[in-house]
């Protein structure tokens, strides 16, 4: 028994020095941390990626978008055509709660007409017209005239901070091209080739999502840099010697058959919805409101066959069908979780006799392959993309994206969604619609995907695609929602306390050719 006790005192005495080490090595260089949460935290980690790069981006704004952020969501409820639709409409009113589609609609056809007759200079897809600048100043969600979000692209710059602007973006394009020889280790060459092979309009950002901090909003500040210096409104011009991308005018019409309900005063979260007393399915679908606009900006017409591309969970799918227009749907959702939560909530909220009459397909394939499996087949399309989920991401440990485990996956979000944008281009017919969204405020998620798409498209497909200026919707909703006004290809909601809703970025394509 003595000649065992060594060992034992000895492997003792081991342990408790390594926890001593540890303890030290914690307690040394600690760092002070937000909320009380551990550092390894995921939705630290967001929240730091976001403080990084957003704060240039929206500039004193910030801190109120990121307070909205980490607040509780306000909810809108989309009405239910096909259950007891004055019964619900009771309920909904007896609550408190108003529709907001249908009051601004006739607004977006007004403004547009108006844009037609009193041209202006586009900047980023928003008129920036003088005379209209009382009238179009954007509004907080009570009403009241706020001032705009800064943005450093959209101020005046003396010369020196253009040098010093233009300082940085080569020291930029200088870094980009280093990280790229020293990353080409990585692969082998002969994946490496077949990557290159497979993409070759990659934008210098791809693959590597944030390097550094405030990298986003370099990236943004470079594009702005690239536009003014050549002086283009309607035709904003691309790089690497590409096509410049148009932005122009198109019709767009609401239907006056979709309502969502929400209470402007009051931040409670609306009841659960109940099945109709004669009609079995659900009377309203509960969502983020912002999340109905980037069906609004379909422009859904008369039977029209439209593709959901990723729809799940299925929110934007049941508003497609809430028009009452559409000949066909298609809704389309590779993970299996979300494919089984998309076919519940169309069970919910639709009656047997639809769901069988062969007017909604739903399908579990890869959206990036739909291009090959039915090439110019829709009127519509809707590309609800895969993206960073700021809200949830800032909120939520479970599966969060920022997970060190999962950060290849956010690295490539940007590859991935340019690479369903182009699926859906291939898909729709000419002359047909493409809407791209986002629920993040990511500048290479947002603009910069449909950026490389259409770009990509063009080189890779031969398609030729235009932009939608969307202005004209924005204008009519900026009282029930906060836009951020330099957006170029799109619109995006962002969070207010006032008005909690979104982050929703939205952008309109209509392919040409």
């Known amino acids: 028994m003595m000649s065992h006790m060594p060992r034992r005192i000895s492997t003792f005495l081991q342990v408790r020095h390594f926890k001593e080490i540890s303890r030290g090595k914690k307690t040394k260089g600690k760092t002070k941390l937000s909320y009380g949460k551990h550092k390894d935290d995921p939705t630290e980690i967001a929240l730091k990626h976001f403080d990084q790069n957003y704060r240039p981006l929206f500039g004193d704004q910030w801190p109120s978008i990121r307070l909205a952020l980490l607040s509780m969501q306000s909810s809108g409820a989309l009405l239910n055509n096909y259950s007891d639709v004055q019964e619900t409409v009771d309920r909904l009113h007896s609550i408190g709660v108003e529709d907001f589609v249908q009051p601004h609609a006739g607004d977006v056809k007004r403004l547009r007409i108006k844009r037609e007759t009193k041209p202006g200079r586009l900047r980023g897809g928003v008129e920036d017209t003088p005379e209209d600048a009382p009238e179009d100043a954007p509004e907080n969600g009570n009403g009241a005239v706020e001032e705009s979000i800064s943005n450093p692209g959209s101020t005046g710059l003396d010369d020196l901070e253009v040098a010093r602007k233009l300082q940085e973006r080569e020291m930029l394009v200088r870094a980009r091209d ?149 000949s066909t749907l298609t809704a389309n959702e590779k993970v299996l979780s979300r494919k089984r939560r998309l076919q519940e909530v169309l069970g919910l909220c639709l009656p047997r006799s639809i769901r069988t009459s062969g007017a909604i397909r739903v ?40 997970k060190v485990s999962r950060s290849r996956e956010r690295w490539d979000l940007p590859e991935l969604q340019t690479d369903l944008l182009c699926a859906g281009l291939q898909a729709v017919k000419p002359g047909g619609t493409v809407v791209y969204s986002t629920c993040t405020m990511s500048p290479l998620q947002n603009d910069g995907v449909v950026q490389n798409a259409i770009t990509r498209c063009q080189e890779e497909f031969n398609i030729s695609t235009s932009v939608a200026d969307l202005s004209p919707l924005a204008r009519a909703y900026r009282d029930v929602f906060s836009f951020f006004p330099n957006c170029r290809y799109g619109q995006l909601v962002v969070p207010r306390i006032s008005a909690n809703y979104g982050p929703m970025y939205f952008s309109r394509l209509i392919r040409t050719r």
């Open 178 to 326: 280093e990280d790229e020889l020293e990353e080409g280790g990585d692969f082998g060459m002969g994946e490496l080739e077949v990557r290159e092979s497979r993409q070759p309009t990659k934008p210098w950002w791809d693959g590597r999502y944030i390097v550094a901090t405030g990298y986003e909003h370099r990236m943004d500040l470079v594009q702005q840099l690239e536009l003014e210096e050549r002086g283009h409104s309607e035709l904003v011009s691309e790089p690497s010697g590409a096509n410049p991308i148009k932005v122009m005018d198109a019709d767009l019409e609401i239907s006056p058959h979709l309502r969502c309900f929400m209470n402007k005063s009051s931040f409670k979260r609306l009841p659960q919805a109940k099945r109709g007393s004669e009609e079995p399915n659900l009377q309203y679908y509960i969502m983020d409101p912002a999340s109905v606009l980037p069906v609004l900006a379909m422009d859904v017409r008369t039977d029209d066959v439209v593709l959901d591309l990723c729809a799940g969970p299925g929110g934007k799918s049941v508003a497609i069908l809430q028009t009452m227009l559409i």
């Open 363 to 402: 399908s579990g394939l890869d959206g990036c392959e739909w291009g090959q499996i039915e090439p110019m087949a829709y009127d519509k399309v809707l590309v609800d993309v895969p993206c960073s989920t700021d809200r949830v991401s800032a909120t939520q440990a479970d599966n969060n994206l920022f």
